[in-house]
């Protein structure tokens, strides 16, 4: 996610109040010998002229591979005042492949047509372009031509879009104190959501492909379908949808997943600062205990939009924020088809949501709820992978256990269901059935005991061993208060979210953050319990303090937050700082994305950024010869002052994407395309 949308993430605090295992600290062991042998993982049977794998690109085939090693050289940090570009090793290549307002190659009019940078964005303009602020991203190829297995050369490229700046979007520096209309508001709903190109590589260079047939934008105001165990239910009806089961739009899209089916999975994170109401509403009707948990406030992040379309008034249309906070399920194959929001993951601030697939084909699927000492979440699909029939696997997200997790002292852990009428779920502690339970998920985690977490945020399975790694960017929250309480009507007293350390979170003050792994009992993706070490603490290794320095192999880095396995087991971790290489960040440097060898623990910087952007979602060809990696909010800071921080992409970095005829250069979000020199595998 972008900290730089609410620069201390203290909109919502976890007022849960839960035991804090700090309190059983002194019987924490340290670490162990975490990695235990790999595990077979699943083959799937072909589909038609398709495989599951084909279309996912989600399991390693065949016998396990080895853990890639790390065989480049890493680049320096980008230390302040930075250079407003990209840095890659020697013997790599990056170039921008597409901006923000280029054409995704959609039919009509403007397919083959780009924004120019120096107008206002149109809601229409974007609909046919690449939308704001790309995030998480996967490349699902298409089957190889006159071969098994995956193209290397042919693909759609589908990537989140999380966020507008306003002030870009509507070319106005004032935007705070504009009049704000429903043109404006429309323009800036239109740029969330997801983009779906087509790639392919012409003459040895991969391109946007334009016109396709496959080009589509899903945005704010798409309609979505609502299914699982909250749609219809009354805390879903709207007066624009009195059933429940239909929603405009999906909003503030950050990390993402995939399905062993061949979907793509979009993640709400931060849609509660979309929404407002006016001071006289709100003191007229405080906040009730569910919008407290999520974060409502009169004046949002400051997009306004309630004051131009109702919809975003959330005391004249309360229950539309409960229609947020999803996982949403697209078919980038079908551009006919409608998302769907599975409301049986629970309802959170989804960073991502990676899939694991066992060996008897049940399927877990891991999210982190991005928000200082809020809770780490696994959902159990009911049925198994139909490995034969991709249709059947349809409404696999409908049914099934949602869990929360509960990391002990000792290395172990659980997994506590979230199931009404267990564990206090009850209608006598505010959940009339399932549906409330999954509408008001952190309450429910609350409830039950989770352990409070520093912001947990991207989540990566290893290709053969199946070992879960978290990040766990950052908290100045944890460990400044040590008031802990449960009342017994499940309300919190105050400053109970502020928890002491614990073995799984054991900084105070984490501004640096830190990554946590686990493996579940027996290889079971359906387990109930796990055993769970940290991978590393991040941290600067110049810094006099002890707590700061952290322990890492290699090259410092703070606040990771992006996260992927590469098909050999190399782990690449991108950082999400706030703001530039200065303060606790001088010596670490700006945003970077780094290489990971989770046998040796060894950290090699791979890529730096432009200045203030942040590093997030990264993909590559079957192959792993051509890697795709987002560049996010480049220049952003909270003045509005945008382009005195950089120009990227469109100057000091391979020439412009697209030229304002006026000479004014904007910077705008883009995804990078990098090979090495000599045709090999990126990170060898």
Known sequence: MSSTQHPDNDLTINPSGNESIRDV????????????????????????????????????????????????????????????????????????????????????????????????MTEARQLTTWGSHNDGMHLFP????????????????????????????????????????????????????????????????????????????????????????????????????????????????????????????TCEENFNGYFGTTAAKLAAQPLNSLEAR?????????????????????????????????????????????PVKRTALGRFKHESVIASVGTDNTVAFYSGDDERNDYMYKFVCAKKLNTKNRAANRDLLDSGTLYVAKF????????????????????????????????????????????????????????????????????????????SSNNPNGTTTAGSARPPVDAANPRRDNRYGHIIRWNEANGDVAATSFQWDIFVECGDSLNAAPNLQGNIIGDDLGAPDGLWFDKDGRLWIQTDQVGNATGDFANI??????????????ITRFLTSPRNCEVTGVVSTPDGKTMFVNIQHPGEDWSGSYTSNSTWPDSGFNGPTTQSTNGAIKPRSATVVITKDDGGVIGT
């Open 25 to 120: 600290m002194d019987r924490f062991t340290g670490r162990r010998n975490f990695l235990k042998g790999s595990l077979a993982t699943a083959t799937f049977a072909s589909l038609g002229g398709f495989s599951l794998e084909s279309l996912a690109n989600g399991a390693y085939v065949g016998s396990p591979a080895p853990t890639g090693g790390i065989g480049f050289t890493g680049v320096p940090a980008n230390i302040f005042p930075m250079t407003d570009g990209i840095t890659v090793p020697s013997g790599y290549t990056a170039k921008t492949f597409i901006a923000w307002g280029d054409a995704i190659g959609k039919a009509g009019p403007d397919a083959m047509t780009h924004w120019d940078p120096s107008t206002a």
């Open 142 to 265: 298409f089957p190889a031509v006159g071969a098994s297995g995956l193209s290397n050369d042919r693909g759609l490229l589908v990537s989140n879009h999380e966020y507008v700046d306003p002030g870009l979007v509507v070319n106005s520096m004032t935007y705070g104190t504009d009049v704000i209309t429903k043109p404006m508001v429309d323009a800036q709903v239109a740029g969330h959501g997801v983009s779906v190109i087509e790639v392919r590589k012409i003459s040895g260079e991969m391109k946007v492909q334009r016109p396709s047939a496959f080009a589509r934008r899903i945005t704010g105001a798409t309609p979505c379908a609502i299914s699982g165990p909250a749609a219809g239910h009354p805390l879903m009806k709207t007066a624009a949808d009195p059933s429940g089961k239909n929603v405009l739009g999906t909003l503030n899209n950050c990390a993402h997943g995939y399905t062993p089916w061949g979907t793509y999975l």
């Open 294 to 338: 999520y974060g409502m406030a009169a004046g949002g992040f400051g997009y306004r939009w309630h004051e131009a379309d109702p919809r975003f008034d959330f005391r004249d249309n309360p229950n539309e924020p409960n229609r947020f906070g999803w996982i949403v399920e697209i078919d980038p194959f079908n551009p006919n088809s409608k």
């Open 408 to 483: 002990n002292a000792d290395g172990s852990g659980q997994w506590l269901p979230l199931v009404w009428n267990q564990n206090g779920l009850t209608a006598a502690n505010g959940f009339a059935d399932q549906a409330e339970v999954l509408i008001k998920t952190r309450q429910a985690a609350d409830r039950v005991g989770a352990t409070m977490m520093d912001r947990p945020e991207w989540v990566a399975v290893h290709p053969t061993t199946r070992e879960v790694y978290l990040t766990l960017t950052n908290n100045n929250r944890r460990g400044t208060n040590t008031a």
């Open 589 to 602: 440097g700006g945003n970077a994305m780094f290489c990971a060898d989770p046998a040796t623990r060894q």
